[in-house]
């Protein structure tokens, strides 16, 4: 019998092989529900970094003492993709996150409101 392919389940399939090759993380289950329930609970261990788009979103997460950077697609519920490490940048200043992406045009660096885990963009 043939699996059945929709949207949710390639990006699945995507997120784990791009989470296997970026980090050298082999996804559990236990590991997938863990990483959304910390996104959509807004617990601590997950820092919304930026909208990219109505649907998807950038999330620092911490899982098992490794931070990875996912993109969450909320309509579908699931994790669309894991970002390389060093395609985003952050640092502490004055007791205050920020976090840098480079993007063609420049770079654009966001302060992060760790109590409401939202950004503001700063230059």
């Given amino acids: 019998m043939k699996k059945?392919?929709?949207?949710?389940?390639?990006?699945?399939?995507?997120?784990?092989?791009?989470?296997?090759?970026?980090?050298?993380?082999?996804?559990?289950?236990n590991?997938?529900?863990?990483?959304?329930?910390?996104?959509r609970k807004d617990k601590e261990n997950a820092v919304h970094l930026e909208m990219r788009s109505n649907t998807r979103s950038v999330w620092s997460v911490v899982f098992q003492d490794e931070e990875l950077f996912v993109v969450y697609d909320?309509?579908?519920?699931?994790?669309?993709?894991?970002?390389?490490?060093?395609?985003?940048?952050?640092y502490e200043e004055h007791g205050s996150f920020w976090y840098e992406i480079d993007m063609e045009n420049g770079s654009f660096w966001y302060e992060i409101d760790m109590e409401k885990g939202k950004e503001e963009e700063a230059y």
């Fill in 4 to 29: 059945t392919r929709n949207k949710a389940n390639a990006q699945k399939s995507h997120f784990s092989r791009r989470l296997k090759e970026r980090y050298g993380i082999d996804l559990t289950q």
């Fill in 74 to 90: 909320k309509s579908r519920n699931t994790l669309a993709t894991a970002l390389p490490k060093d395609s985003i940048n952050i």
């Fill in 31 to 39: 590991m997938w529900e863990s990483i959304i329930s910390a996104i």
